[in-house]
């Protein structure tokens, strides 16, 4: 039999390492459990060290506040789901998870020490530096963790026999992306589908193969020679899910869902709950909650920092623009920002034309309403200082997509499909898409899209450090180009 065949090498392949294998599989709980020991050890060593390094007596507090942690540390890590199993969740989330678990255990002994007037038997410096450095050390064991778990799943042990419920597109983009990470330790052991296999590519060169229909799969779960199943099924086959579900509840197997949402152009989705009901978010923006506040103090910090650098300089470009030509110093044009809202963006004006009505036209090379001294400022972006103002305010970010005319809004809103997108977020003075060379005229659709495409691609992929790493790049190269005129 074909599937008894492929089970034969799953089984040949492990041979070499069945016991330390076994014994992570056996022992699963074990294990989470001695990394929630390690981690309050490491809670409770790192305030004993730094008390030591400065020289502080240990006293009964002391131990009181390290006991109250390692609770408090371990309550919250356990609600924030810190201890879960993700095969496939990557170290970044884990740490954001890490981070906020740790957040909230400062939040409360904050809120303690006020309400018992006992922060006074505490050395500050000591505290200050346990909240700081506690975080960094438990992100750094969980990343050695990490990675020495998905070592040991890529040479084989602790890894897990997998079957994939449909022959079609999605079954065989879910067999790609496990076979692609062997750090899962995620084993394909085949498809099974009663159909055949079809779809844009078929799976006649796929390393994994269809090896029966779905009464062999459930044959096949009820005598264990499978670990979990991922159905990946799309979401009109909704009779043949529910069957087969009631079918495997009578086994013990690890059952996935995996929504043929690939249809959708998702944008930070997200499952969470209305009430009893389940529900799945398409388009949303990365901004909420921690992830909001930090971008907008990111945008105070950085802006109030190059306003404070770039003051002298801004004044001495707004006597320039004011001796070039007649004109207002600072040009206001209204542009669509967060949630399409119009808002009033702010640049030094470059032209002898002030357009901010319903037909814009976008500056050219060699367009004849540039001024010289305009000129030089749009070639090297210094136009674009008074933004920093507008980040201050509120209405713009430092990193974004970059606003365009309410015009060209209206104009290529009904051009590209998902444009509007890029307004689920506040629009930035430098971006994703100009650092890498789509900044200035967009004169053919082509270009619009591409850069629609980066902007999209930047909101989908936000992180603090992604926006760092514009910045530096907007440094090294943003400021000009051949673009740029």
Known sequence: MRDDSIFQTLKESASNNRNIR????????????????????????????????YGIPWEAHYSFATALTMGLFFIIAQSNDLYRSRRGASLHHESVRLWIAWLSVILVLLFIAYATQTSADYSRGVIL????????????????LHYVLGGLREHGFNTRRVAIVGARELGA????????????????????????????RPLVNEPVKVIGDLNTLVNHARTGKIDSIYITLPMRAEERIKNLLAQLSDTTVSVHLVPDFFIYNLMNASWSNLGDLPIVSIYETPFFGVDGWIKRLEDIVISSMILFVIAIPMVLIAIGVKLSSPGPVVFKQYRYGLRGNR???????????????DDVTQAKRHDYRITPFGSFLRRTSLDELPQFINVLQGRMSIVGPRPHAVVHNEQYR?????????????????????????????????KMKKRVEFDLAYIRN????????????????????????
């Open 22 to 53: 076994g014994i992570l599989r056996h022992h699963h709980y074990d294990i989470a459990t001695i990394i929630r020991i390690l981690d309050a050890l490491l809670v409770g060593g790192l305030l004993w060290l730094i008390a030591a390094i």
């Open 173 to 200: 983009d879910f067999a790609r992306t496990i076979l692609g990470a062997p750090w899962m330790g995620l084993l394909p052991v085949g498809f099974y589908d009663d159909r055949k296999p079809a779809g844009a």
């Open 414 to 446: 009904k051009l590209i499909s998902g444009y509007m997108l890029r307004h689920k977020v506040k629009p930035g003075i430098t971006g994703l898409a100009q650092v890498n060379g789509w900044r200035g005229e967009t004169d053919t659709l082509d």
């Open 462 to 485: 936000w992180s603090l450090f992604l926006d760092i790493k514009i910045i530096f790049m907007t440094l090294l190269k943003g400021f000009s180009g051949k673009n740029a005129y």
């Open 129 to 144: 530096i346990w909240f700081v450095v506690t975080p960094i050390v438990l992100t750094i064991w969980r990343g050695g």
């Open 343 to 357: 808002i009033e963006v702010w640049k030094f004006r470059t032209m002898t034309a002030c357009e901010n009505g």
